[in-house]
C-alpha cells in the first residue's frame, strides 16, 4: 500500500507572510532587491583589478607579452569567479581582431624562482568593490608587466572584437565587455592573461577585471 504525506501548502504570494514566496509551478520565487552582486560585495569578497589610466596595448600571446594577468596563487584557499570584463578606449589606431582568455597552469604560490611558471609580475593592489571597503584579497593582479617560461596557452574565446580603426575616425559609443555568471572560475596555481589573436597597432585600453573570491 502505497502512503502520500502531504504537508500543508504554504505560499507568501498567497497571503502567508511567514512563507517562501512561490510560482505556479511552486518554484521559489527570488528578488533580487539590490542586485546580483549585492551580498558578496558588502561581505568584503568582491574586488576589482584595473589598469593604468593611461591604458595598455593588447597582443598575442607571448613569453614577454605583458599580459593582463590574475592569478590565483597555489595555497590561498579561494577560486576566483570573474563577473565582469571591461575595455574603455583611450587612444592609439586598432586592428581587427578578438580577444581571448589564454592559461597558464601550475604557477605555485609566487612569482620565479627560474624556471617557474611566471618569471616576473609587477603586482597592482586590487580595491574592494564596496568603495572604502577593506582588502582582504588572495588574488595577484598583473595588468601590465609579466613574463612567463611558457606563453599562455589558448584557454576560451572572449565575446569581444576590435574594429580596424584610427583615433581620428569619428564613430558611435560603444561598449567593450563580458559579463560572467559562474562560468569562469581560477582555481588555485592558475593564472588567467587577456590576449588578442592577431596583433594589434598603437591602440591603448584601461581594462578592468571584477571578481569575487570563495572560499574552497
Not at 145 to 153: E, F, K, L, S, W
Amino acid at each position: 500500500m502505497n502512503l502520500e504525506l502531504k504537508l500543508p501548502f504554504r505560499n507568501a504570494s498567497k497571503g502567508d507572510p511567514t512563507a517562501p514566496r512561490l510560482g505556479d509551478s511552486k518554484q521559489l520565487l527570488v528578488d533580487g532587491l539590490h542586485g546580483e552582486l549585492y551580498q558578496s560585495t558588502r561581505n568584503g569578497r568582491v574586488f576589482v583589478g584595473a589598469s593604468l589610466t593611461a591604458g595598455i596595448a593588447l597582443i598575442v600571446s607571448a613569453t614577454t607579452g605583458n599580459h593582463p594577468t590574475l592569478w590565483n596563487p597555489y595555497g590561498s584557499g579561494r577560486v576566483l569567479n570573474i563577473r565582469k570584463l571591461r575595455l574603455a578606449y583611450v587612444s592609439g589606431n586598432n586592428a581587427p581582431g578578438s580577444l581571448a582568455w589564454n592559461i597558464t597552469e601550475n604557477t605555485g604560490a609566487d612569482i620565479g624562482p627560474t624556471g617557474a611558471a611566471i618569471l616576473t609580475a609587477t603586482k597592482v593592489a586590487v580595491v574592494n568593490a564596496m568603495a572604502g571597503g577593506p582588502v582582504d584579497s588572495k588574488a595577484y593582479w598583473s595588468p601590465a608587466i609579466n613574463t612567463y617560461t611558457a606563453a599562455p596557452v589558448y584557454y576560451r574565446p572572449i565575446g569581444i572584437s576590435l574594429f580596424t580603426g584610427v583615433s581620428a575616425t569619428a564613430v558611435a559609443p560603444f561598449t567593450l565587455g563580458e559579463d560572467y555568471d559562474g562560468d569562469l572560475l581560477i582555481k588555485p596555481g592558475t593564472a588567467l592573461s587577456l590576449v588578442t589573436v592577431q596583433a594589434t597597432t598603437t591602440a591603448l585600453f584601461r581594462v578592468t577585471v571584477v571578481f569575487e573570491e570563495v572560499d574552497e
